[in-house]
């Protein structure tokens, strides 16, 4: 299988702003830079459908590495030692999953993912959860059973810490909830993320599979 390189997330320092959305982030959000010194958040660069690894098993983190088509090593900008310090790796669910299973055999392993699990519980605002999945019914009553509780959970992960809850979200304004949805049947039910590992431009990716998404997003809201 063919792989990029890997990306790098910078966790800023001061406030910031995405250079794409325009949404101002918090300080320490998770940034992506690209070319002319463009930030981007995680939302706009695509990565905040990966999960975060933090460093400290090598073992499980290559084996993720290895087994995540898309990976992006995490670092932030130590003053103490004036350089940028590796804090982990971000890869796709379905790849840390299947480290995890191949390092199962290890009860350390074990009892750190347990751990992680419980730490990725309790970043979910459970309430807010269910409110969103409410509001995802709502607007696509013809959404797949059960689907509307992984975008909420999606959406409730990615604005609760990198990238900062918006008000749109917060007030699940139709606007928010149609892009969670719609940013879900890109990577779900398109060719969108292989089309990206090739080395297309996000734009033109997004302009390739637009008519896809927007077929699906028909079925699901009539
Ligand atoms: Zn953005």
Same mark, same amino acid.
């Given at each position: 299988m063919p792989r990029t390189s890997d990306l790098t997330v910078f966790i800023t320092s001061g406030d910031s702003r995405c250079d794409e959305c325009r949404e101002d982030l918090s300080r320490h959000a998770w940034i992506k830079l690209e070319g002319d010194h463009r930030a981007l958040c995680l939302a706009c660069a695509d990565l905040d459908h990966l999960v975060f690894l933090p460093r400290g098993d090598a073992a499980l983190t290559r084996r993720a590495r290895k087994h995540s088509r898309l990976s992006a090593v995490v670092v932030k900008w130590s003053r103490a030692r004036k350089r940028y310090e590796r804090q982990g790796l971000l890869v796709e669910d379905d790849a840390l999953a299947t480290a995890e299973a191949e390092s199962e055999a290890d009860a350390a392993t074990r009892a750190a993912r347990r751990e992680r699990a419980q730490v990725r519980r309790l970043e979910l605002d459970q309430a807010y959860v269910a409110r969103f999945a409410a509001r995802i019914r709502e607007l696509? @009553?013809?959404? @797949?059973?059960?689907r509307e509780i992984a975008i909420a959970e999606h959406a409730c992960r990615k604005y609760s810490g990198r990238v900062g809850r918006t008000r749109a979200a917060q007030d699940l304004e139709q606007d928010a909830v149609r892009l969670a949805v719609i940013a879900h049947i890109r990577h779900a039910q398109t060719p969108y993320d292989d089309l990206l590992l090739q080395g297309w431009d996000r734009h033109e990716a997004r302009a390739q599979v637009r008519d896809a998404v927007d077929a699906v997003l028909r079925d699901w809201a009539a």
């Amino acid at each position: 299988m063919p792989r990029t390189s890997d990306l790098t997330v910078f966790i800023t320092s001061g406030d910031s702003r995405c250079d794409e959305c325009r949404e101002d982030l918090s300080r320490h959000a998770w940034i992506k830079l690209e070319g002319d010194h463009r930030a981007l958040c995680l939302a706009c660069a695509d990565l905040d459908h990966l999960v975060f690894l933090p460093r400290g098993d090598a073992a499980l983190t290559r084996r993720a590495r290895k087994h995540s088509r898309l990976s992006a090593v995490v670092v932030k900008w130590s003053r103490a030692r004036k350089r940028y310090e590796r804090q982990g790796l971000l890869v796709e669910d379905d790849a840390l999953a299947t480290a995890e299973a191949e390092s199962e055999a290890d009860a350390a392993t074990r009892a750190a993912r347990r751990e992680r699990a419980q730490v990725r519980r309790l970043e979910l605002d459970q309430a807010y959860v269910a409110r969103f999945a409410a509001r995802i019914r709502e607007l696509y @009553p013809h959404c @797949p059973a059960d689907r509307e509780i992984a975008i909420a959970e999606h959406a409730c992960r990615k604005y609760s810490g990198r990238v900062g809850r918006t008000r749109a979200a917060q007030d699940l304004e139709q606007d928010a909830v149609r892009l969670a949805v719609i940013a879900h049947i890109r990577h779900a039910q398109t060719p969108y993320d292989d089309l990206l590992l090739q080395g297309w431009d996000r734009h033109e990716a997004r302009a390739q599979v637009r008519d896809a998404v927007d077929a699906v997003l028909r079925d699901w809201a009539a």
